[in-house]
């Protein structure tokens, strides 16, 4: 209870305190990326429940010779970069969060596809709310190997406390500053599918 009267909180004050900023980003990704300005895909929640996660754009709609969409990494410009290196491109979750699909601080979700590949182990980062940021994000972020992340989610599953969510509030404020772990490892969401470990 106290978890969940804290991100209604967070994410109330956050919406209502930066909606200046979340106007501005949304005009430059409406004349930088084109419309729609919100990107909204399916995720999974707590226990594999799906959930339509909002975010900023980062990419374009460019097509390659076949009709197709390019492959992501083409399509992710400097300023889709950019929005992602500092997540901006993250602040709209924070509706995710009011309305009870995700928490501000657990595992990040990640794609529904992956679900039917998590080990056992790995399946227990969604007995949780899906977070905002987490144990992972601050302790590398996108330099982190999948096996490394799931570790790390998981460890968070075991140890939770409001107090541990505190610290990795204050602590993701000075690692999005600094863009701590910001740079991409062949474990990027992005540029590296997961297929599944067999080792856990």
Known sequence: MLKRAFD???????????????????ILVRLKLGSPVLFVQERPGLRAKPFRMVKFRTMTDELGPDGELLPDEQRLTSFGRFL??????????????????????????LLMRYVARYSPFQARRMELKPGVTGWAQINGRNSLTWEEKFALDVWYVDHRTFWLDMKIVVLTFFKVLARSGAERSKSDPLLDEFRGNTKQ
């Open 8 to 26: 209604i909180v967070f994410s109330a004050g956050w919406l209502i305190g930066f909606a200046p900023l979340l106007l501005v980003v949304a």
């Open 84 to 109: 992602r290196a500092t997540s901006l491109d993250e602040f709209p979750e924070m509706w995710n969060v009011l309305i009870g699909d995700m928490s501000v601080v657990g595992p990040r979700p």
